[in-house]
């Protein structure tokens, strides 16, 4: 029963699909992060399934490819979305690492916040306006990945507050066991890929990874460990650098 409230759990912090009321105890959070990746489970099928019929419904190619890059926002709501912004303005600051840090929990958003999400999204739509069904079946794998990686992280990586969202979560979790399912995670969506595209599966897998290692040289030079913020940004740039070269790759390889 306690996984089931870790799964109502999950969805209910990091999606916006109705779920059930529950007290959020320690003892239900422990394997939380088991079950975030099956939040990219969920969106990876909408996108599939938006790319095999939105065309029949809307009968506008810009209309379908608005519909596309919005299916990840409706879904989680863009709660990773607020931590890009907000690590968006840190980074931009190019302060020490205490205040990068006090401008993570600072709730407004700054001109580089809008400046970076107005840029995340004109390219987004660019790149979602060239793709095709072979690489959202890769890129519906990816919204897995990023989350397996993500949730590797929350429980490895050093966390830069003691406090905060990566913290409590991390603190709540059985991290070895939370560890071992992320790797998993991270090992079948390695083969799906390859199956799916031998070769920009694999692509599409080497920028996830290459990604997660910046995101780890990143977070520690500019702020000492990682935050739920750094987790959101980290999502959101690897699922945008994972689309960019795959359908760049469709399109230069065939």
Same mark, same amino acid.
């Given at each position: 029963? =306690? #996984?089931? /409230?870790? #799964?109502?759990?999950?969805?209910?912090?990091?999606?916006?699909?109705?779920?059930?009321?529950?007290?959020?105890?320690?003892?239900?959070?422990? /394997?939380?992060?088991?079950?975030?990746?099956?939040?990219?489970?969920?969106?990876?099928?909408?996108?599939?399934?938006?790319?095999? &019929?939105?065309?029949?419904?809307?009968? =506008?190619?810009?209309?379908?490819?608005?519909? %596309?890059?919005?299916?990840?926002?409706?879904?989680?709501?863009? !709660?990773?979305?607020?931590?890009?912004?907000?690590?968006?303005?840190?980074?931009?600051?190019?302060?020490?690492?205490?205040?990068? #840090?006090?401008?993570?929990?600072? +709730?407004?958003?700054?001109?580089?916040?809008? %400046?970076?999400?107005?840029?995340? *999204?004109?390219?987004?739509?660019?790149? *979602?306006?060239?793709?095709? %069904?072979?690489?959202?079946?890769?890129?519906?794998?990816?919204?897995?990945?990023?989350?397996?990686? +993500?949730?590797?992280?929350?429980?490895?990586?050093?966390?830069?507050?003691? +406090?905060?969202?990566?913290?409590?979560?991390?603190?709540?979790?059985?991290?070895?066991?939370?560890?071992?399912?992320? !790797?998993? /995670?991270?090992?079948?969506?390695?083969?799906?890929?390859?199956? &799916?595209?031998?070769? !920009?599966?694999?692509?599409?897998? %080497?920028?996830? #990874?290459?990604? *997660?290692?910046? /995101?780890?040289?990143?977070?520690?030079?500019?702020?000492?460990?990682?935050?739920?913020?750094?987790?959101?940004?980290?999502?959101?740039?690897?699922?945008?650098?994972?689309?960019?070269?795959?359908?760049?790759?469709?399109?230069?390889?065939?």
């Amino acid at each position: 029963m =306690n #996984l089931i /409230y870790n #799964l109502i759990i999950a969805f209910a912090m990091y999606s916006k699909i109705p779920m059930p009321h529950i007290d959020w105890t320690k003892e239900r959070m422990r /394997y939380v992060f088991c079950f975030f990746p099956v939040i990219g489970a969920v969106i990876g099928a909408c996108m599939v399934l938006w790319m095999k &019929t939105g065309m029949r419904v809307t009968g =506008n190619e810009d209309f379908f490819t608005a519909v %596309l890059v919005l299916i990840p926002v409706v879904v989680t709501g863009g !709660i990773h979305f607020d931590g890009f912004l907000d690590t968006c303005d840190a980074l931009s600051s190019y302060k020490t690492m205490e205040e990068k #840090l006090e401008i993570l929990k600072d +709730s407004h958003a700054g001109a580089f916040a809008i %400046l970076m999400g107005c840029c995340y *999204f004109v390219l987004d739509y660019g790149v *979602f306006h060239a793709t095709d %069904l072979r690489a959202i079946r890769l890129l519906a794998i990816g919204y897995v990945l990023s989350r397996a990686f +993500s949730g590797l992280a929350i429980v490895v990586f050093k966390k830069a507050r003691k +406090s905060g969202l990566a913290a409590t979560f991390s603190d709540s979790a059985q991290k070895k066991t939370v560890a071992v399912t992320m !790797i998993l /995670y991270i090992a079948a969506c390695a083969v799906l890929m390859v199956l &799916t595209d031998p070769v !920009i599966g694999s692509l599409c897998f %080497l920028t996830a #990874l290459l990604v *997660f290692g910046w /995101y780890h040289y990143m977070s520690y030079q500019k702020f000492g460990g990682i935050t739920g913020d750094l987790a959101g940004f980290f999502l959101q740039v690897c699922e945008l650098a994972m689309a960019f070269v795959t359908v760049i790759a469709i399109h230069l390889i065939g």
